[in-house]
């Protein structure tokens, strides 16, 4: 049968194509690539921490892979790739529609993207930057790497992040099959709707004072130089104020995720559709809020301090609010577990911990105490590589099927998981205890007293690389001799499992009625 | 005579449909380019707020008589643009086709009347960066602060006026090469959306750089 996959085969066809799921795709294998590279990079880090002194790079390398590792993962693999990549995807189909608003547009966001990480890797090749990824002036405007290329790459970048979130939230708008409310949408959809304001609205802010930084490195205009009159606190704010909200962007959709994956293996309706829903606007909104909160120790009045600190904890009353809505969900459901079940059971249970540890943070005093150590590495990580990086492996693992129609191999699945688990929390609870000993982050050298539990970091490190590596290896045989994948290999009732796997250019064999809700599990499933 | 129908894309329902899908995304641009010279007029306000005094007499240093000028060239040219979207809603393409023309070569004029105010500025030995004769006569640091931002916020927005300018010629020229009828108006109101906001934008930078001159 002919689906979006096989209707055409060139290459051409690809890189030129309107069709909103293959370029899904394309966003999907460039991340992955990415997600690879800035695993290597991760991985080297560790390894130069295996001893206290020098073990394998120079000191200049090692705040150039720090950096890099931070970019990378952050603008090329964490933003974009469940908007760009599942939301381009699944969106328009959830939505019963033929695509997003703009198709063309969409392309050009893939090539954008395309072209930010060219600028990026350019910048890295080659004296590479050595700023951090948060690329703070003074020091940022006057290092002799290369900062500009990267800069501008991640300039570039946010014009995609852009593109896509008034695609996706006009999609949301005019695309909705007849019939279908606001109240009616897949969950996933309100995340992608959440995620989207974010993007637009942060994501213009951040670009304006990178391109700032630009035009001090290159041309020094010295706008944040104290030395001639410049203060580099404005930058700090105007910074944190994209990229506070953007550690939304990087988990909005991956709840959205969650929500998803959680209804369709209990086949429950979800403990409360509305809360959900409501509680990712509470989080885009307050985020854009608490901004001051990475900026505690840069010089700032105590009662801001505490405003910004009462306001950060806001968060983790939406964000509880979800929490305790999937688990509602999972009790006395028919629960099937299965590989994306398990990686959303370590989501939640690195969630939480990351959670609980940011509201720690988020308390003044505490943070005097822990800010630029490991434990602050630590807390981040567990939000953008427990939380983030598991919903990613969960959503793909969930909807290969849909995707690639061909079903995963469950052992091994569930195998890569357990690793991916066992490796995350091997690297990064050590992180903890080191920070709140004292260690500080992007060191080179660190004291002798601290080496055992960074030695079990690195350990761990290997187990999780490994289990990303056995993740990519069995998902990329099971296109070769995975078992053909039926339309709806979960008996889920959202609307994606409705049309074959894998869908038709036109996502549906004929124009798609909806006449029960995509949660409505006390109904039966209809015919498609 | 032929007034061209816009082409329904095979993904939307009908016409109305497609024209508030492609109204509301240049809604959303808007607000992201509202946020990008948000982070702007927060620099300046926070500079401001360091150096209010210099910020003064630098603002008092800026030709008045220019900056209102453009003010009054813009504001004339989104008076035309506005009349082009009735002229086109009322079917008279040629009027409409006039008056788009019209409006582009208001955002022409503007940005020869601002390359002017620069060229005068650098003949002064003005330029980014704290460089130039002026700031060896004037070596407190915020003159230079103040310089790098007014050719920072204003080079911005010139950069949206030609963007502008050039989308306005191809739209004028559209409507003329297709013959394009009332069914199209919503394509000319978009860029007109754009426009307007470019118009607006102006609206904040004349005051912070030319009328804040007095002190308080
Ligand atoms: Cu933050």
Known sequence: ?528 | MNLAVPKLQHHFEDLPKQAHAARLGMWLFLASEALFFSGLFTLYAAYRAHYPEIFREGVAHNDLVLGTVNTFILLTGSLFLSLALWALRAARRALSVLLTAATGLAGLVYLIIKATEWAHHMAEGIFPGGRGRFFVENPEPAWAIFYTSYYGLTGFHAIHVTVGVGILAWTAWWMHRERVGPAAAYKLAIVGLYWHFVDIVWLFLWPLFYLLRNPA
């Not at chain 1, 990712?280 to 900026?295: E, N, P, Q, R, S």
């Open chain 1, 1 to 528: 049968m002919k689906n979006y996959l096989n209707c055409e085969t060139t290459i051409w066809s690809w890189l030129s194509t309107k069709d909103h799921k293959r370029i899904g795709v394309m966003f999907l294998v460039s991340v992955t690539l990415f997600l690879l590279v800035g695993g290597v990079f991760a991985l080297i880090l560790r390894l130069e921490h295996l001893t206290p002194g020098p073990t394998l790079v120079s000191p200049n390398m090692y705040n150039q892979l720090f950096t890099l590792h931070g970019v990378v993962m952050v603008w090329l693999f964490l933003i974009p790739a469940i908007p760009a990549g599942f939301g381009n995807f699944f969106l328009p189909i959830m939505l019963g529609a033929k695509d997003v608003a703009f198709p063309r547009l969409n392309l050009a966001s893939l090539y954008i993207f395309w072209i930010g990480a060219i600028l990026t890797i350019y910048g890295v090749l080659d004296r590479a930057a050595d700023t951090g990824w948060t690329f703070y002036p003074p020091y940022s405007s006057q290092t002799y790497t290369k900062a500009t290329p990267v800069l501008l790459g991640v300039f570039v970048l946010g014009w995609s992040t852009i593109i896509t979130g008034v695609n996706f939230i006009t999609t949301i708008h005019t695309l909705r099959a007849k019939g279908m409310r606001f109240m009616d949408m897949p969950l996933f959809a309100w995340a992608l709707y959440g995620v989207s304001i974010i993007q637009i609205l942060g994501t213009p802010v951040l670009g304006i004072i990178l391109l700032m930084v630009v035009m001090d490195h290159s041309f020094d205009w010295g706008l944040f130089d104290p030395a001639r009159g410049g203060d580099p606190l404005i930058y700090q704010h105007l910074f944190w104020f994209y990229s506070h909200p953007a550690v939304y962007i990087m988990i909005l959709p991956p709840m959205g995720v969650v929500s998803e994956i959680v209804t369709s293996m209990a086949h429950k309706n979800p403990l409360s559709y509305k809360a959900i829903a409501y509680s990712t606007f509470g989080i885009a909104f307050v985020g854009f809020l608490t901004w001051g909160h990475h900026m505690f120790t840069s010089g700032m009045s105590e009662l801001n301090a505490g405003i910004f600190g009462i306001l950060s904890m806001g968060v983790a009353v939406f964000s509880a609010i979800k929490v305790f809505t999937w688990t509602g969900t999972l009790y006395r459901g028919s629960v099937w577990i299965r590989t994306p079940l398990v990686y959303i059971f370590a989501f939640l249970f690195l969630f939480i911990f990351g959670g609980m540890t940011g509201v720690a943070v988020a308390a003044t005093s505490l943070d005097v105490h822990w800010h630029d150590t490991y434990f602050v590495v630590a807390h981040f990580h567990f939000i953008m590589v427990g939380a983030s990086l598991t919903a990613f492996l969960a959503a793909l693992h969930y909807w290969w099927p849909k995707i690639t129609g061909k079903m995963y191999f469950e052992g091994w699945g569930v195998a890569g998981a357990i690793l991916v688990f066992l490796g995350f929390v091997g690297t990064f609870f050590p992180q903890f205890l080191l920070g709140n000993a004292g260690m500080p982050r992007r060191y080179y050298h660190y004291s002798e007293q601290f080496q055992a539990l960074n030695v079990l970091s690195t350990a761990g490190s290997w187990v999780l690389a490994l289990g990303l590596l056995l993740v990519l290896v069995t998902l990329i045989w099971s296109l070769v001799a995975g078992e053909k994948a039926p339309a709806n290999p979960w008996n889920s009732r959202s609307y994606e499992w409705m049309t074959p796997s894998p869908p038709p250019k036109e996502n549906f064999p004929e124009t798609p009625r909806f006449v029960r809700g995509p949660y409505d599990y006390h109904l039966p499933l209809e015919p498609p």
